[in-house]
């Protein structure tokens, strides 16, 4: 017998899965947080998905309190962040890029701060039973910029550019089942991976299931731009900004200033605010605070963790906190001696004392790692048994490797980050004991950017994505762009894949257990901490929120002047 | 005194070249690591390999030295990698900033420095030139790096009175300008006051100028017509080496300050790896180097007869 499609009232197809979390969530199984976000990656509506919590949880409507200010129109926020390049969007590796770009080219999904994701350029969304195939409605009646209708070809196009190796863009990895290996090793996207259903449907077609494409969609690199973008015209978002966002580009100077205006005919109604500024105050985070106290900006993309009891000093700042997935990690290549050696990479990652670190180098403010790069905060996150450190062990494997003491090693870091540099002198005087003596090679941000693929030993700084699979997928995968350890571990791969592809939070959690214990018990990497980021404001901006990975979202922000 | 001139402007032209090889030599030689920059990390093997024939870098090195520096001569540096414009579209309007910036210090520091340098020389170990010297040994031994988050704990932090950052970001803000110039100013008037002292204590001992006090000559008309001539002679070889430390030295303080200026650019292009970038701010660097000196050497000459007419 035919399996019978459940639908809701408006007779639209309901995913088969959403019976069962509604009783998990019911039962206690799976939390407030946890229904919203799995429910709405299934295509549900936030609102209905807030709604059928409210239900099942016998929560009242939330009623919209009496005291709430009444937002107020116009003005220009200025804010303090890097500007950088902005030429093609799919091959940004900074947020700050991203950001530049959020307000002109938008996304197809959009996670928010509280880790949900909504529809945007994407009305609606369904996926099938085994994660596979993904259907998307896209909204209909917004137009670009320069007049054309946003519609397939857009989205076809973009997914076409990200998963061609000529273009460069880390979106390979984030659709690796829409990718297949050539011939010689290279990579080309799948014959028929994504389908233009109609004008304003896309069909993706995956090799292999995924839970996270529609968290994937709001990556980053993921900007969606015109479909004449490096085809009809330069592949250069600065010359050419076209997009269906509030706003357009007014003026742009990297490294100085990114002004953008707000633009007539915007699909999803007004804006507050009128203009946006993005102001360089260079690579010194105390100019960024300087600029603030003296009312030059109004917020500050980032809040180094040294600097958040001066912004408390200063009257009218306001310090914003997210607890994030941002993480940094020692990464041995598994493939360079002399990590090539399980037991020495073991020796390593066993000498860590987690907690020390964290508090040395970032004052507690965040989580402790557990190397393998799966965080609390994840939904999927699997509680293997805490870490401790173990001196006695370490030096057990190192003699078992046979490696003669002491063994010396050379770390490769950016001062970009200043806790990097704390993190690895306390993780150099946790070594010592063991035998080893770690060298510091501490270079400019930019520089540890052209080997961060290349050196045999790093610490590489990692940006929050809301699933742990996803960044797993990203960088420890076989062959993956980004893997920058070159783990290569078939049975990580199929574990990873299992778990990718496992809807429930309480199955993918179980699966995460082996996952993240081949990991962990490969010491590819030694994790100290997740760390909590930190933005500031002036009291004068309201509606603003952290996001976890720092990207800006100003719609709702409004100027109280 | 012309063959002085073009033996000074020989001996620049000279020592641009070498360091031009020295710049050659360090940034361009290795032309995998160019391609690397130009193209990105990300680039593939074959890209680099087309982009390395179609600009000629297969050529031999001295066809390409010889371009390079026919490339420069004319004023064309290339494309900045970071900027992803004419690198002289993003030079020219930084060399402009700090032209000001450095116009402010200079306005301020010459009459001070001059001034306080004479009143302090006139009467070495007088309680005048006991303040002068205390007061202008302090300011300069402050280094940068200290002086300017004094001035803005005091100045932004604290009195809310000046811009914490002078970027300019909403155009030309002369109020931006206070803190990065007095940084600046305060470091080195003390210098040049102390250099003026030395040089006026030194010819207030010379013979000439006791026969001038001693035959009754209003002191005044001592001091200004007869040793100020020629006290201010090294003050001006040591004011024309302080346009190149206004020029290259200013690092820290446009760093600071986020001040878009030339410092400021000579580091982000170093930060950045932006070769032609770098290549182009530090062949600027050394121009000004040897072009402030050999004026200085030509200035001194003219301003000092003894030398002028050996």
Not at chain 1, 477 to 506: C, I, M, Q
Not at chain 2, 1 to 17: D, G, K, N
């Amino acid at each position: 017998m035919a399996k019978k499609d459940l639908r809701d009232e408006n007779g639209k197809r309901i995913h088969p899965y959403i019976p069962e979390l509604c009783e998990q969530l019911r039962t206690g199984d799976c939390d407030r947080r946890e229904f919203l976000r799995t429910a709405s990656l299934l295509g549900v509506s936030a609102t209905a998905a807030y709604a059928m919590a409210g239900k099942i949880l016998g929560e009242e409507a939330p009623v919209k309190s009496a005291a709430a200010q009444e937002p107020k129109m116009g003005g220009t926020l200025r804010s303090a962040m890097a500007v950088q390049r902005m030429d093609d969007p799919s091959t940004y590796d900074w947020e700050e890029m991203s950001n530049q770009t959020r307000f002109i080219c938008e996304f197809l999904t959009r996670t928010g701060t509280d880790n949900v994701t909504r529809p945007y350029l994407a009305e609606s969304w369904e996926a099938s039973d085994d994660l596979k195939t993904w259907t998307f409605k896209l909204r209909q009646g917004v137009k670009w910029s320069n007049g054309d209708d946003f519609n397939a070809d857009d989205v076809v196009h973009n997914f076409t550019r990200w998963l061609d190796p000529e273009v460069g863009s880390s979106n390979i990895g984030l659709f690796s089942g829409m990718v297949e290996e050539t011939a010689d090793g290279g990579k080309r996207m799948i014959d028929g991976a994504v389908e233009k259903i109609d004008q304003h449907t896309v069909r993706l077609n995956l090799s292999a299931p995924n839970l996270a494409v529609p968290e994937n969609l709001y990556n980053y690199p993921t900007a969606i731009v015109h479909r004449g973008f490096g085809v009809d015209y330069e592949a250069d978002l600065a010359s050419n900004p076209i997009g269906t966002g509030p706003y357009e580009l007014s003026e742009f100077r990297v490294g100085e200033v990114c002004r953008l205006r707000k633009r007539a005919g915007y699909w999803a109604g007004d804006v507050f605010l009128d203009e946006i500024h993005y102001i360089d105050t260079g690579d010194d985070p105390s100019a960024s605070i300087a600029a603030l106290a003296s009312g030059q900006v109004d917020h500050v993309h980032e809040v180094d963790i040294s600097a958040i009891d001066l912004i408390e000093r200063i009257p009218n700042a306001v310090l914003h906190e997210a607890v994030t997935a941002q993480t940094g990690v020692a990464r041995m290549q598994v493939d360079k001696a002399p990590f090539d050696n399980l037991k020495v990479r073991q020796a390593v990652a066993a000498c860590m004392d987690h907690a020390k670190v964290l508090e040395v180098a970032y004052r507690g403010r965040g989580k402790i790692g557990e190397n393998h790069h799966v965080c609390p905060i994840h939904p999927e996150y699997f509680q293997l048994p805490a870490l401790t450190r173990d001196v006695e062990k370490a030096k057990a494997l190192l003699a078992e490797a046979g490696v003669e003491l002491p063994l010396r090693l050379k770390i490769d870091l950016g001062q970009a980050d200043a806790w990097h540099l704390a993190a690895m002198q306390e993780f150099k005087q946790q070594l010592e004991p063991a035998g080893i003596i770690l060298e510091l090679n501490p270079m400019p941000g930019a520089s540890y950017w052209d080997i961060w693929d290349k050196t045999p030993f790093g610490f590489t700084s990692w940006t929050h994505r809301p699933l742990g699979v996803m960044v797993l997928n990203l960088g420890y995968r076989s062959g993956v762009p980004w893997n920058e350890s070159n783990y290569a571990n078939p049975a990580f791969d199929a574990a990873l894949d299992e778990a990718s592809a496992t809807l429930g939070a309480k199955e993918r959690q179980a699966k995460m257990e082996k996952v993240q214990k081949i990991l962990q018990d490969d010491a590819v990497i030694a994790q100290p901490l997740w760390r909590s980021v930190f933005s500031a404001t002036t009291s004068m901006v309201k509606g603003y929120s952290i996001h976890p990975t720092l990207y800006h979202q100003f719609e709702g922000v409004w100027l109280d002047t | 005194m012309l063959i002085f001139i073009t033996r000074r402007v020989a001996s620049m032209v000279l020592t641009m070249i070498a360091v031009s090889m020295l710049l050659f030599a360090a940034l361009e030689v290795n032309i995998e690591n160019v391609a690397v920059k130009v193209l990105g990390p990300y680039s593939s093997l074959e890209q680099r390999e087309i982009w390395l024939e179609r600009n000629g870098y297969f050529d031999p090195i001295y066809v390409r030295y010889a371009r390079w520096l026919g490339d420069f001569a004319v004023g064309d540096f290339g494309e900045s990698i970071r900027f992803k414009t004419e690198v002289s579209e993003v030079m020219v309007p930084r060399l402009i900033n700090t032209a000001i910036l450095a116009l402010c210090v200079f306005a301020v520091v010459i009459p001070v420095a001059l001034v306080l340098g004479v009143l302090s020389g006139m009467r070495e170990g007088s309680k005048l030139d006991r303040s002068i010297s205390v007061t202008s040994i302090v300011t300069t031994s402050v280094p940068e790096f200290a002086s300017a988050p004094l001035l803005s704990v005091v100045f932004v932090f604290w009195l809310g009175l000046l811009p914490g950052t002078s970027g300019m970001a909403a155009g030309f803000d002369p109020i931006q300008l206070i803190l990065p110039a007095a940084v600046l100013i305060i470091y080195d008037f003390g210098y040049v006051t102390r250099m003026t002292r030395a040089s006026m204590a030194e010819v207030m001992t010379t013979n000439y100028i006791r026969t001038a006090v001693l035959k009754g000559l209003p002191y005044r008309r001592v001091i200004v017509r007869h040793a100020l001539r020629n006290a201010l002679i090294a003050p001006f070889t040591v004011i024309m080496l302080q346009v190149n430390w206004l020029l290259s030295g200013v690092i820290v303080v446009e760093y600071f300050f986020a001040y878009k200026g030339f410092g400021a650019l000579l580091l982000e292009a170093s930060l950045n790896q932006d070769i032609y970038l770098i290549e182009a701010c530090a062949m600027v660097a050394v121009f000004v180097a040897v072009m402030t000196q050999a004026l200085a050497d030509i200035g001194y000459t003219y301003l000092n007869p003894r030398i002028r007419f050996s």
